[in-house]
Nanobody, 121 residues
Framework: VQLQASGGGLVQAGGSLRLSCGAS????????IGWFRQAPGKDREFVAA????????DYADSVKGRFTISRDNAKNTVYLQMSSLKPEDTAIYYC???????????????WGQGTQVTVSS
């Protein structure tokens, strides 16, 4: 499966953005999808994940109540709705696919190219 993240940009603190992760291939619905982010000088960290049929979702504590992950298997797309954005949310956001569902980036076999999110104070 090939993934492409989009929707990043520059937004003021308190604003919202919706990221999209588009996938190619007919097997998209077989994969759990995760979002990760990496800020300059920091390790890549887990943000959110959704199971292959969207029955289960996980979030990092830092984004609970502000971010929502969803998927539309008919469109081969996973979304990350981000609200109440903070400057510390500034990072490159990556989507990735795994056969299960995990917060561990090592469990993900396929990665998109990343999209930059910048939150100004």
């Amino acid at each position: 499966v090939q993934l492409q993240a989009s929707g990043g940009g520059l937004v003021q603190a308190g604003g919202s953005l919706r990221l999209s992760c588009g996938a190619s291939g007919r097997t998209f619905s077989m994969y759990g999808i995760g979002w990760f982010r990496q800020a300059p000088g920091k390790d890549r960290e887990f943000v959110a994940a959704v199971s292959r049929i969207a029955g289960n979702r996980d979030y990092a504590d830092s984004v609970k109540g502000r971010f929502t992950i969803s998927r539309d298997n008919a469109k081969n797309t996973v979304y990350l709705q981000m609200s109440s954005l903070k400057p510390e949310d500034t990072a490159i956001y990556y989507c990735a696919a795994t056969l299960g569902r995990s917060s561990d980036y090592g469990a993900y076999n396929y990665w998109g190219q990343g999209t930059q999110v910048t939150v100004s104070s």
